[in-house]
């Protein structure tokens, strides 16, 4: 009776040692599932806030035009002055967010940066940036406004 009650025991102490060996397998599975889960979320939540930021840059990008064309056509010195704080204020705070602006004059014409809106004669070699129309910018490494500009055609 003796055995049979500790053969019994073996064999209920070897069933708790599989399901608790299978427990902590599932729990392994359960905790790289959620770690996933969460890099899944951040890189979600990454993807949401820079795609904001873009639009919010985007809409923006009127606004510095505007402040350019301002500060040509200003006369008045302290007018001036206060705008030009503005402006360097906004440019910044859109720098600091990963905004630059697209070189264009005296470079070479490329569409992935520049958009061509005419061609002049020119001494200068064909497809070379001969006036910037509109600047373009980049957020980070893409572009979101290319260069609205006037080529050399010989």
Do not use: W
Request: net charge positive; hydrophobic share 30%; charged share 40%.
């Amino acid at each position: 009776m003796a055995r049979q009650k500790v053969s019994k025991s073996g064999r209920r102490l070897a069933e708790c040692e599989k399901e608790r060996d299978e427990l902590r397998e599932r729990i392994k599975y359960i905790t790289a599932d959620f770690e996933n889960y969460k890099k899944h979320i951040d890189r979600e939540k990454d993807a949401f806030e820079k795609a904001a930021n873009e639009r919010l840059i985007k809409s923006l990008l009127q606004t510095v035009d505007d402040l350019e064309r301002s500060l040509k056509g200003i006369s008045d010195r302290e007018t001036r002055k206060g705008i030009k704080m503005v402006y360097d204020n906004l440019m910044k705070t859109l720098r600091e967010s990963g905004l630059k602006r697209i070189e264009a004059v005296g470079k070479m014409f490329d569409p992935y940066y520049h958009d061509a809106m005419m061609s002049k004669k020119s001494r200068d070699e064909d497809g070379t940036i001969l006036e910037e129309l509109l600047p373009g910018y980049m957020l980070n490494s893409k572009v979101i406004r290319h260069s609205k500009v006037i080529i050399a055609k010989s």
